[in-house]
């Protein structure tokens, strides 16, 4: 299988598509969100509808996320682990995303006093679908490294065991790691917990 490193980058007519939509507000967008039967993403103006998740990708954000909060609940330091309802805040890029999982450390830091929103995370997990996976791994990674919080992607394939991680060494390097094992270990250098990739995979089948 190949890595998820070697997906080339396209612009795909689905996103030439999401250039012609219709600007909006963000005060629009937030309250449209708060009523929306389905959630959607704001990017600069554009409103997009999220895809439906599969049984693999709910299973392996839910692994992901139990795994964190076990963890992190060992740590001196005080993180809090949030599921793929949280809303995440990019101010230079006026766009809200939502990760499938992610940490944040302390305390959250609400844009604008708002509670379902939040412009800190420190890692970002995404569990890649094959209609988004071009997306996440490039332009969500770029919006995230706008937020200085922001030190850990993690983008988890559905497909096969492959997962790939990006670690902030500073403001401008970052250090990839990719794993396609069951037998290796995810570790997360921003937290300094280590989660076996089988516990993430725990229960998922490939078809």
């Given amino acids: 299988m190949a890595t998820i490193s070697k997906i080339a980058y396209s612009e795909t007519a689905k996103h030439r598509r999401r250039l012609k939509l219709k600007d909006h507000t963000l005060e629009y967008y937030l309250q449209r969100e708060e009523k929306a039967k389905y959630k959607s993403e704001y990017y600069n103006g ?33 993180f809090v682990a949030l599921n793929s309802d949280q809303k995440v805040y990019i101010p230079s890029r006026n766009s809200v995303l939502y990760p499938d999982a992610l940490v944040i450390a302390d305390k959250p830091e609400f844009w604008q006093g708002r509670k379902d929103v939040i412009t800190n995370p420190l890692v970002v997990v995404e569990v890649l679908s094959p209609s988004t996976q071009t997306f996440d791994v490039f332009q969500k990674f770029h919006l995230y490294q706008e937020l200085p919080s922001f030190c850990e992607y993690i983008i988890v394939s559905q497909t096969g065991v492959a997962i790939e991680q990006w670690y902030r060494k500073d ?3 970052w250090l990839k790691s990719e794993m396609n094992s069951p037998d290796q270990h995810l570790k997360i250098h921003s937290l300094a917990i280590e989660i076996p990739i089988s516990e993430i995979y725990d229960d998922v089948e490939f078809e």
Avoid at 56 to 78: C, D, F, G, W, Y
């Fill in 171 to 173: 403001i401008n390097s």
């Fill in 46 to 78: 554009k409103i997009v509808k999220m895809a439906g998740a599969t049984y693999n990708h709910n299973k392996l954000a839910t692994n992901v996320l139990v795994s964190l909060s076990i963890n992190i609940k060992k740590l001196q330091k005080k």
